[in-house]
């Protein structure tokens, strides 16, 4: 409860929409490229057969465990030092998977917007 009359408690309020900011647009935008990124490994780093079963469960696998943890609405509430390596995790899975098709900078460079794209929405959750 606040402690004054005036103060507003922090969460949002019945019936109204959070703020979106620049931040979560990039982090959207990093989490779908990380999703596109394991599904594009799939179908091309594996043999036919595979392929079709990787390019499906790999990032179907990284979304059911977004949405467990990381997700603004995640099914589990876990500590948040959990869910940023959660996070971190699946951003390194797909620069890897950049890396490992020959696209090393392509991987690097997702890489380091990826995880200063996190630093600053991590930041901001805290706050």
Known sequence: ?????????????AGT???ITGIDILAFLCELFAFASLAIWGFVAWPFPWNIVF???TPV???????????PRAVLAVHPFV??????????????AWWSLG???????????AVTVGV???RRRFA
């Open 61 to 71: 696998v990284a979304i059911v465990v977004w949405a467990l943890f990381v997700s």
């Open 1 to 13: 409860m606040p402690d004054k009359p005036d103060q507003t408690p922090a969460t949002t309020e």
């Open 17 to 19: 929409v959070p703020r």
């Open 83 to 96: 869910r940023g390596v959660v996070e971190l995790l699946v951003y390194v899975s797909a620069t890897i």
């Open 120 to 122: 600053f929405a991590g």
């Open 103 to 113: 696209a090393t900078w392509v991987g690097l460079i997702f890489g380091v917007v």
């Open 55 to 57: 390019g499906i469960a």
